[in-house]
Structures are given as C-alpha cells and as structure tokens.
Nanobody, 122 residues
Framework: QVQLVESGGGLVQAGGSLRLACAAS????????MGWFRQAPGKEREFVAA????????VYTDSVKGRFTISRDNGKNMVYLEMNSLKPKDTAVYSC???????????????WGQGTQVTVSS
C-alpha cells in the first residue's frame, strides 16, 4: 500500500520560511518522479515543483522560482520543499505526488498525499 505523508505546514508571516517534507512508503521511491502541488480555497490545484527520480533535474512554476527549492533523499524515501520569502498568495494546501515522469499535469501522477496546510499572513 503506497502512502505519501506530508508534514511541515503551518502559519508563517509574509517573508518567512517553511520546509515541507513528504515521507513515502510502499513504493520503490527511487523510480518515481516527485511533485508538489497546491490548492487554495476556491481555486484549482496548481503545479508548484517537481524533480526527477534521481533528483538531478527540477522544474518550477514561475511564481515560485528563486524562492522555493525541491529536493529529495532517496535513501530516506523523502522529498522536500524549502519555501522562502513566503507571500500571502502562497497560502494553500500543499500535496506531494509520485509519478512516472516529471510533468506539470496533476493527472499524470499516480499517488498523492493528503496535504498539509500552509498559511502566510500579511
């Protein structure tokens, strides 16, 4: 049974930082590309960042480039999202996902976590 469990969300002031973590189990983690998506209230799910199975290549949505960093540790079956210079518009539920390849399309990812809430106050 595949499980992806996110942690690290919370309430932070604008300009602050958070580090999200996603623990994976029940799958051969090193074979999967990993992505982070977010969904704000009343909005559609949005791609944030993704990394290849090796972690050597990453891709970001334009609005987080230079502020967020995705990384992974295949030895620990973990993927991370370091978020700096947070803005109120970053407020959303952040979810990690596992898929066969790096893509911005959420439907291409086979496995999803439940998400963790990130709230950025102004």
């Amino acid at each position: 049974q595949v499980q992806l469990v996110e942690s690290g969300g919370g309430l932070v002031q604008a300009g602050g930082s958070l580090r999200l973590a996603c623990a994976a189990s029940g799958l051969t983690f090193s074979r999967y590309a990993m992505g982070w998506f977010r969904q704000a209230p009343g909005k559609e799910r949005e791609f944030v960042a993704a990394t290849t199975s090796t972690g050597r290549s990453t891709v970001y949505t334009d609005s987080v480039k230079g502020r967020f960093t995705i990384s992974r540790d295949n030895g620990k079956n973990m993927v991370y999202l370091e978020m700096n210079s947070l803005k109120p518009k970053d407020t959303a539920v952040y979810s990690c996902a596992a898929g066969d390849s790096v893509t911005r399309t959420s439907s291409a990812y086979q496995y999803w976590g439940q998400g963790t809430q990130v709230t950025v106050s102004s």
